[in-house]
């Protein structure tokens, strides 16, 4: 049967008990008003509620999930300067890198011993490398792992990689898949959501610097989606936005979603989905994440209402940003020069809006990463199915001060503790293992003092730190060397 995105009904308030139940079945959407006036009226639980519902009508009231694999970021020389980032580098800075296709590769080895499937591979955006480096690399994981998933290369990435190689094509379009053709030909799988921070262009312009714009991103999605490849999309908020900024950022998903499992995107080799969803390639799940500070220019900036003289006036970014991404940064002189800060009700109210705005999208991600486990525990019911990764390593959110690393036994702890069962995904999100015995990894465990909250392992030529997935006494730690 064609796919057919549920009706919206304009003339309902955004509470109405049925449109909202309409939403959380799957036969209604939600307008942008009518969303904006949910993430700005509604109380948090109420609209957490809402969003759980939504939650157990696509997953059901049983199984969370979460995934094993691991983040690797191959260069931190970047030609962008995202004022948020604290991690690239200029390529003659003293702790500028490039990893060499052999600690690459001793990397995935880890990642298989301690049970890993998929590895997340982004890195800056470095000029110095071309485009045989990749496909050297890719070939060279899958001969040795064939059966890792290589989950890389976000959209930003492969806008910079049409302007490195210069790839034959009339449009964009034909350029990003003349690119992405020759990865997914050499082992790349699917292509990751980083990059899409806040689409809006006012917004997007004073964060994003050398950073492709909203149209780009999207673009290279299609074109993922059309070489039947699944992806994510992600949205960095709590910075210099207006909430309208969100709002337009999870409409413009959701449009080109529509356009996915409409079959518009399916094309040449298109790869057999799993069972139950279409075969052509689409966004398989979101997350939204807020942004993290330290060391970054943004961060720098001050918090909007620290001034006693901004008390009772709107934040900029309300007063700039519109539904329809059309703000201009004329409408108030100092958009961009505060920032607000979100925090644990802005986070689960923002991620609760997605769940029921994202009709379309499969999987919502909860961020243990920036918000911590208990946070991330409790998103589990504010309409997140999925915790996302054990998290063996990850540079990027780690440079801005986040630090958060838990174990699989720790992951499914905090699944069992909010109520559900957990269970080990793979990166199409079909079940691997549901782990309703005494060996599960969290069951196991007699003695939680060594399942602490760890520090990431972070690429560093001056670090090691040891390398753990599973601690129970019956897995023993995998230890880098
Ligand atoms: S966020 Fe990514 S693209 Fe932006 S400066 Fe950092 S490494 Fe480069």
């Not at 909202?20 to 009518?34: D, H, I």
């Not at 409409?251 to 790869?271: S, Y």
């Not at 957990?422 to 079909?430: E, I, K, M, S």
């Not at 520090?455 to 023993?476: A, D, F, G, I, Y």
Request: neutral net charge; proline residues 7%.
């Amino acid at each position: 049967m064609p796919y057919c995105p549920p009706p919206q009904h304009p003339s309902l308030a955004a509470s109405d008990p049925g449109l909202l139940a309409a939403v959380a079945a799957g036969q209604a959407r939600l307008t942008p008003e009518q969303a904006l006036d949910l993430f700005r009226r509604m109380d948090l639980m109420d609209l957490g509620a809402w969003a759980d519902a939504r939650c157990r009508a696509v997953h059901g009231d049983r199984v969370r999930t979460y995934v094993i694999d691991r983040n690797i970021n191959y260069t931190n020389i970047c030609t962008a300067r995202c004022t948020f980032c604290a991690f690239r580098r200029d390529g003659d800075e003293a702790d500028a890198y490039t990893l060499s296709h052999a600690a690459l590769l001793d990397k995935v080895a880890e990642l298989v011993s301690i049970g890993g499937t998929q590895i997340l591979m982004q890195g800056g955006m470095n000029p110095a490398l071309p485009l045989e480096w990749y496909t050297d690399l890719l070939r060279a994981i899958k001969s040795r792992f064939p059966r890792v998933h290589v989950h890389g290369f976000s959209p930003p990435e492969f806008i910079e990689f049409v302007r490195f190689f210069d790839p034959p094509g009339a449009t964009l379009e034909d350029k990003v898949r003349w690119v992405m053709l020759r990865l997914r030909d050499a082992g790349l799988d699917s292509v990751p959501g980083g990059g899409g921070e806040i689409f809006a262009p006012a917004v997007r312009r004073k964060i994003g610097l050398g950073k492709c714009d909203a149209e780009a991103w999207l673009t290279t999605m299609y074109v993922a989606h059309s070489l039947g490849m699944f992806t994510s999309a992600t949205m960095m908020f709590g910075h210099i936005e207006g909430h309208a900024d969100r709002v337009h950022h999870m409409e413009l998903v959701r449009r080109w979603q529509d356009r996915a499992l409409g079959g518009a995107a399916a094309g040449d080799g298109g790869r057999a989905g799993p069972e139950g969803r279409p075969a052509h390639g689409h966004y398989v799940s979101f997350i939204a994440w807020p942004f993290q500070r330290e060391n970054t220019p943004l961060g720098r900036l001050r918090d909007w209402g620290a001034d006693p003289s901004e008390l009772g006036r709107a934040f900029p970014g309300d007063v700039v940003s519109r539904i329809d991404g059309s703000g201009t940064k004329e409408a108030d002189p100092e958009f961009g020069r505060r920032v607000r800060m979100s925090g644990s009700t802005d986070y689960l109210r923002t991620q609760a809006l997605s769940r029921l705005y994202l009709d379309n999208i499969y999987s919502i991600g909860a961020s243990w990463v920036t918000m911590g486990p208990h946070i991330g525990q409790v998103a589990l019911a504010f309409g997140a199915s999925d915790m996302g990764s054990v998290m063996m390593e990850e540079n990027v959110v780690s440079s801005a001060g986040t630090t958060y690393c838990l174990d699989e036994a720790v992951i499914c702890r905090l699944i069992r503790g909010a109520g559900f069962t957990p269970a080990q995904r793979d990166n199409v999100y079909d079940v691997l293992r549901i782990h309703d015995g005494p060996d599960s990894p969290d069951l196991a465990v007699t003695d939680w003092s060594r399942h602490r909250v760890k520090q990431l392992h972070m690429q560093s030529p001056r670090q090691k730190v040891p390398l753990t997935v599973r601690s129970s006494p019956s897995r023993e730690p995998a230890t880098a060397p």
